[in-house]
């Protein structure tokens, strides 16, 4: 009897048409599936829900959540900013690689949000129980002590007991997009600088020396460009959840059981 042999050769169109639909598979999963809780835009109890939300979603945030393309979270990060000289702060300084720790430990308070028909905003009163900053620092034209302070190396500041008002406004179309944030800093318990210079050891050694005696009227005088700054960390943060999970999914018009 002659037997026949069947082969089945996998060519490259083939291969796309398997690639193809397993891309179609978890474009699928992820359609249907939310890594977060959930809040329908029609709860009357909307705002409790997403006190509940974000206080439960933080943890997993600091991991990323591969298999949502959402990056790792902690530490939050943010390439460089500048702080333009503006009374009665009449000097420059730039930080570059920026990292921010201990924001995801927040206690959340209080939020307050508003869907409207292409828009939303929502307001999170948050307790930052510790936060560390670590960055690459330039100072340019600052005197203390009749001293010109330039310098750059490597600093940091331990915060604790901060309470924050975080303000996020933005558009809903298929997905969340965060287009403008603010950060109004309620009230800080204590902070402490440390200035590190392989260059000028002695003056980083005095910058923090005065920042520390000083922190309350510092912040005072540069409070605003702080908050701008958290501002842009938590806006690059908020928009790489957001721009994974469609908006409808995480916050869908009507209960999910009606």
């Known amino acids: 009897m002659r037997k026949f042999a069947t082969q089945f050769r996998i060519t490259m169109p083939i291969l796309k048409d398997i690639f193809w639909y397993f891309s179609s598979l978890l474009g699928v999963y992820k359609q249907s599936s939310s890594p977060f809780q959930v809040c329908s835009r029609s709860d009357p109890e909307l705002n409790t829900c997403l006190r509940s939300s974000i206080q439960n979603a933080m943890p997993i945030l600091k991991e990323g959540i591969r298999e949502f393309g959402i990056p790792v979270l902690e530490p939050m990060r943010y390439p460089s900013y500048t702080f333009v000289p503006l009374p009665p702060v009449l000097y420059r300084h730039v930080y570059t690689d920026i990292e921010m720790l201990g924001c995801l430990d927040a206690e959340i308070k209080d939020v307050d949000a508003h869907f409207e028909e292409a828009s939303f905003f929502i307001v999170i ?16 034209g600052r005197i203390l002590d009749s ?6 190396g490597t600093c940091g500041y331990e915060s604790t007991g901060n309470t924050v ?26 902070i402490v600088f440390n200035y590190q210079s392989a260059q000028d050891p002695e003056v980083a050694k005095m910058l923090s020396k005065y920042l520390n005696d000083n922190w309350k009227a510092e912040l005072g005088n540069e409070d605003h460009k702080y908050a701008m700054l958290y501002a842009e960390v938590f806006r690059n943060a908020s928009n790489a959840i957001f721009s994974k999970i469609p908006f409808e999914l995480l916050f869908p018009k009507e209960e999910p059981d009606q």
Do not use: C, P, Q
Request: avoid cysteine.
């Open 125 to 140: 009163v948050a307790l930052l129980n510790k936060v560390r900053y670590d960055a690459h620092y330039e100072y340019f």
């Open 147 to 152: 001293v010109d302070s330039y310098t750059e």
């Open 165 to 190: 008002e975080i303000t996020l406004r933005g558009v809903t179309e298929e997905f969340i997009e965060v287009t403008d944030v603010k950060v109004n800093v309620v009230d800080v318990e204590s």
